[in-house]
């Protein structure tokens, strides 16, 4: 065994397990990213990922575990690439226009994030709520926060941050994975142009 | 047989076989909503909808098909359900947000349609392109001609109508299929205003 485990979730003990957990979640990312849940195979992930087909149930029960954990994952890598861009000049309008930047620039990079994150709505329910749920709950944070230091018109709402989170998802698909014939910031300006002072004419 | 075809796409030529059709794309709609694509029978489909299983063929040639017919319909429903409310009193920032109640209603009265929708990119990939490209053109003619008219502040910019549609896809399912506790109109109320006046404290 590459590592002691701990409890239900098995998470490695030691450096040499998370390196190999690390290329399980990694060859994972690429099979489901390509061929989705249905046609990637266990044996063919740990073959990506040259880890020996039997330490594989050391980290994961199955196929479904393992998708579950990457879904967790690949939002905690969201969370990550975005968290350190808040902090910034300006106001929380600001700060909301560089996290749909960095978005937008992880999407570019990660384009199987989208079929991997829309599968698990099939796949493994249970993430795909989570993953927007914890989203949802971090953008709804800011835009409290950000009420009260008076940055921004109250009441804020739970629907603000689903609408938020709802541009910037369809963004990330239009602009990061469909296409990318256009510059991010280009894209972030608009966008949050319009969050700031909305559509209307003045 | 039903109904003479026409073509390629099988569409009935008699009152009767429109009948069948309409039978089958809704027998359609309550299977692949409750059991998805892949548990979804073409048996069980003719079955709800009390069509011999000879003349499902007349109409389609697989479950694929049946299941990229639906998404087409679903979405001409959207599109004819929210038409209605589009004129009214009011700037074109009033008729979006007529339109955003009338798609929670919907959404509400069909929660199917988000898990039919979303397996849509992977069991009829150009359908669901279809659904999300109309849908967004729409939006965004809606934009162009408000600007024309001088309602809403130009440049109107595609990413205007994919953050709107983004807005209205997360804010149908959080508010339309997760959970109904909240009146559509506060909803609309909130995020309309956002889209109005956007964020700033004035």
Redesign the interface.
């Known amino acids: 065994m590459d590592a002691t485990m701990t409890g239900e979730d098995k998470a490695p003990r030691t450096e040499r397990g998370r390196r190999t957990l690390r290329a399980l979640l990694d060859a994972a990312r690429a099979e489901f990213g390509e061929k989705?849940f249905?046609d990637s195979s266990v044996v063919s992930i740990t073959s990506r990922a040259g880890v020996a087909l039997g330490s594989f149930y050391t980290y994961f029960d199955s196929k479904e575990s393992l998708f579950r954990a990457l879904v967790k994952d690949m939002s905690g890598q969201v969370r990550d690439y975005v968290a350190p861009v808040l902090p910034g000049d300006g106001d929380q309008?600001d700060a909301e226009g560089r996290a749909l930047s960095a978005f937008l620039s992880f999407a570019r990079q990660h384009k199987e994030i989208y079929?991997i994150i829309?599968?698990a709505?099939?796949v493994a329910p249970d993430a795909w709520q989570a993953h927007y749920g914890t989203t949802v709950d971090r953008i709804f944070e800011r835009?409290k926060a950000a009420e009260a230091r008076?940055?921004?018109?109250g009441p804020v709402?739970e629907?603000?941050a689903?609408?938020?989170?709802?541009?910037?998802?369809?963004?990330g698909?239009?602009?990061g994975v469909l296409g990318e014939e256009r510059a991010v910031g280009e894209?972030t300006d608009?966008?949050n142009a319009?969050?700031?002072?909305?559509?209307?004419?003045?």
């Open positions: 989705g249905h309008i079929r829309d599968e709505e099939f835009l008076g940055e921004i018109a709402d629907a603000h689903w609408a938020i989170m709802g541009m910037n998802v369809f963004l698909l239009r602009y894209i608009v966008v319009m969050l700031r002072d909305g559509l209307t004419k003045r």
